[in-house]
DNA sequence: CTACTTAGTAGTCAATGGCTACATTGGGTA
DNA sequence: TACCCAATGTAGCCATTGACTACTAAGTAG
């Protein structure tokens, strides 16, 4: 998937050494933080060697968004697919959604930026992390767990959901046991109160 | 309100002008597209001049961020206030906040991004937005309106939620129509299905 | 073995943020 | 009124950056 050239050449794989350094120092800056000599710095490279990989620091930017929605999608998937339960399918996601804000703020900062013409391996990636709750909400809305009438739109604001309470946890606005509690409060909404007979 | 300082001096008021024409530059081209000695060549001063309001650049985008959520808590009164019905006033919220995004995403995602040691003012900022949707609630659950038991955390997945639906419009992955569908489903869920007798 | 493509290098340039020393201006006050 | 002083703006400087170009090295395919 994605854009891999893959084989080790000069350097051995840069592309992927320069992602996993601007990874990391977006982690620890945010995404100003990020500079493409000192990339090259890090990867003892020169400094036009990045431009290799990225036409210029937006591509840069737009593969680092598209490696956060493929780094999203498949814990996601895990979590969808370590839990029978709906309801605890459902509570599942949600905490990874949470908790990969809280990890990761500014790479889910990225990956809801507004981007002109992004390339089409991040739509492409955007796509597929719809797909995970889309099967989720899917499943549920067959099982009669319907809390609105078109399950295309109960994933979508599901999806919004989900962002805008991992958005107030990446900000620091809530604290994570708030974001617990509201990750409760969704569930209710969305698959109805706990049934504890 | 905020850190005005107000009284024309050599310039007039360089503050004020700085921050309009930021807020122009960062609605064309994001917040990337920011550059304090272009600010300064638009106002007519040189380029050490911002420096005197700004400490540096982040100060001026924490600036543009508390604009922001001062224009947008004006909206949000001004939609609360024309809308007696609680329903109406919750519709009108929701539109207003969609509506912020859809006009000036990059301000939007300020707003929304992290920052480090925010500025006293900005936090005020942020408290007096989270005040409108919580008195709205704080109505509503006094008129028997409780989708769920705390109104508290109702307010705050009420933000979380339009945030999420506002930044799915401002990053361009959902359209209007999906968004205004989007508001009509949140209404149901927050409020109740529409009661058309 | 040779030609071609890909990856990386080295040097250049304009623009930027941030710093410092200096000039100007207007309000408060002795 | 005259003076002082803090606020405001200026001018020059520097390191860093993104982007561009010409050149070199290294694999690969014919």
Redesign the pocket.
Known sequence: MGTE?G?????????AVLLDHAHEAIRSGGVEA????????DA????????????????LVNALAERGFDLLTARLDAAAGAHPDHRERFRALAEVFVDFAATDPALLDLMFTKTVDPPPSLTEAVHRFHEVSRRVVLDGHEAGIRPLADPERTQMLLVATLQGIATLVGTGRISSETAAALIDDTTTLFVGPHDDR
Chains 1, 2 share one sequence.
Do not use: C, I, K, Y
């Open positions: 050239t084989r080790p050449f000069h350097h051995g794989n840069l592309r990020l500079s493409l000599r000192e990339l090259a710095r003892g490279v020169s400094h036009g060697a990045p431009r290799r990989h990225f036409r210029d620091r937006q591509a």
